[in-house]
């Protein structure tokens, strides 16, 4: 352990810090999306010009990201929820990490073609 901290840098610590990081992003969307949904009453024009931008590749890469912040924060949710309430969940919490990280995967392989199909579609022809 490092002198004067008392973070060890193990898995709870990331998981920690992964869980208040896809918080405040999953929190920053949904400004942002409250926001430009307001510009539709302001200015309906404008709005469509907002939204045209947001069927870009690299929109669709963001969303991949906010879909991949939105399953981990849930997962992970669940996860502290069953090591909160559950008594033997602070003796399981590590498998329950690697159970969360192992699901997260094969689901954001699941996305890929949802998410992203679109972008690879318009980037190298149908």
């Known amino acids: 352990m490092p002198a004067g901290t008392l973070y060890r840098g193990r898995e709870g610590m990331w998981s920690w810090v992964a869980h208040r990081v896809t918080g405040v992003l999953i929190f920053f969307f949904l400004f942002v999306h409250v926001l430009d949904t307001a510009l539709v009453r302001v200015s309906p024009d404008a709005y469509d010009k907002v939204v045209a931008t947001y069927k870009t590749p690299i929109v669709a890469l963001l969303e991949y990201g906010l879909v991949a ?6 997962l992970n949710g669940l996860r502290v929820i069953a090591v909160d309430f559950w008594s033997n969940g602070p003796r399981h919490q590590k498998t329950m990490l690697w159970t969360v990280v192992g699901l997260w995967l ?21």
């Open 106 to 126: 094969v689901l954001m392989i699941g996305a890929l073609y949802p998410v992203l199909g679109h972008a690879v579609r318009e980037v190298f022809g149908s």
């Open 69 to 74: 912040a939105i399953l981990f924060h849930a």
